[in-house]
């Protein structure tokens, strides 16, 4: 069973940076894709960033393109969101999600299997 758990958000002023971490285990991390996605208050999850099982290939939301940046390391089991430059409109529960097969980057909720519980990010303006 594949368990992934995410640490790192938190309180910050518009124009901060945070970085998010999601822990894997259970499971080959390296053959895994990867994924970001956020949920504010009364909206519908959406896609932020994704990030292939080699890290050869990532993409990123249009909102987001040029100021958050995917990366994992497989040594740690570990896949990272670097957000910079934040915005209060990036205030959100934030989550990982792993797809186990195939080997691109994946933006649809539905195409992941397993999902972390989430982690908090507020930006204050």
């Known amino acids: 069973q594949v368990q992934l758990v995410e640490s790192g958000g938190g309180l910050v002023q518009a124009g901060g940076s945070l970085r998010l971490s999601c822990a894997a285990s259970g499971g080959a991390f390296s053959s895994y894709n990867m994924g970001w996605f956020r949920q504010a208050a009364g909206k519908e999850r959406e896609f932020v960033a994704a990030i292939n099982w080699s890290g050869g290939t990532t993409s990123y939301a249009d909102s987001v393109r040029g100021r958050f940046t995917v990366s994992r390391d497989s040594a740690k089991n570990t896949v990272y969101l670097q957000m910079n430059s934040l915005k209060p409109e990036d205030t959100a529960v934030y989550y990982c999600?792993?797809?186990?097969?195939?080997?691109?980057?994946?933006?649809?909720?539905?195409?992941?299997?397993?999902w972390g519980q989430g982690t908090q990010v507020t930006v204050s303006s």
């Open positions: 999600a792993a797809k186990l097969l195939g080997g691109g980057v994946y933006s649809t909720p539905d195409e992941f299997d397993y």
